[in-house]
């Protein structure tokens, strides 16, 4: 069972007003926080939302549980909750915190609805551009109203995109950086929120990631293949939630997959 799209977007941006944008250019010191290290941050807006966006997704599916990012981050053992049987809410409160931190708008909410160990249904609210967009399974992929599709297929020399070279070994990186050199040009958003709705926008023809939290991802995913684009990890696997190794590519179409594969991993 799937809750009705509308009233889960209505929570994510009623969430977003009242426990992310009040803080927005606005942290004190002591607001702000590193988890690992100086490009992994939390902020109370991060903390509130998760709280607030928790029992309410909840309570509009009784039974399921929730995978947030900061409760996974205290306590990694919550993630093995994407291998039981209950419907999980993935929650990303605020995907680009370091974006959010310095006061730029490239930051969003994520949320994706996982049963059965796949993705269901999944959103992604932009609170600076007042935009949300929302698919489930065999329904297509919309944005306040709009159908959303992938950017046409296009020669490799015209293909612009994002791809991660954080996160993977360093001679890994060093390949994805020649070869985006053959390309039409690189992308980097600091947030892979922004990147999806760039992807299914049409803006962009691919993404590239490594470390593959389902926070980041599981709606993701699930927007583009309902926009039309094709995507696996490079090995050929396809994504699941519960994966977090491994790299995730998306490309327009499979053809087009397997040239950007070639041209960035090889």
């Known amino acids: 069972m799937i809750p009705d799209l509308d009233r889960v977007a209505s929570v994510i941006r ?59 981050s205290a306590d990694p053992a919550v993630l093995d909750r994407l291998s039981g ?24 909410v994520i949320v994706a609805l996982v049963q059965g160990g796949r993705t269901v249904a999944g959103w992604i609210h932009d609170p600076c551009g007042q935009r949300t967009a929302v698919a489930a399974v065999g329904e297509g992929a919309w944005m306040d109203g709009r159908r959303m599709r992938v950017a046409a ?9 994002a791809a991660s070279m954080w996160f993977c070994p360093e001679e890994t990186g060093q390949r994805i950086k020649a070869g985006l050199a053959g390309m039409g040009g690189h992308v980097s958003l600091l947030s892979a929120a922004h990147e999806y709705l760039c992807l299914i926008s049409g803006e962009t023809h691919f993404s590239l990631y490594h470390r593959l939290m389902p926070w980041d991802h599981a709606a993701g995913v699930l927007l583009h293949a309902e926009a ?24 327009p179409d499979e053809a087009s997959w397997h040239a950007v594969r070639e041209q960035l991993v090889g």
Request: glycine residues 10%; proline residues 9%.
């Open 228 to 251: 039309g684009g094709h995507s696996a990890l490079v090995d050929g696997t396809p994504y699941r939630p519960a994966l977090t190794g491994g790299s995730l590519l998306m490309a």
């Open 85 to 108: 049987d209950a419907p999980v809410w993935v929650i990303d409160p605020v995907d680009g915190t370091l974006n959010f931190a310095a006061g730029r708008p490239a930051f969003a």
């Open 14 to 72: 009623e969430v977003a007003e009242t426990d992310i944008l009040p803080y927005f250019r606005q942290l004190a010191e002591g607001q702000v926080r590193e988890k690992t290290g100086p490009t992994d941050l939390v902020t109370v807006a991060d903390e509130a939302a998760e709280r607030a966006l928790t029992p309410r997704l909840s309570s509009l599916l009784p039974g399921s549980v929730v995978v947030g990012e900061e409760a996974a």
């Open 153 to 161: 297929p296009a020669p490799l020399h015209a293909m612009r995109g």
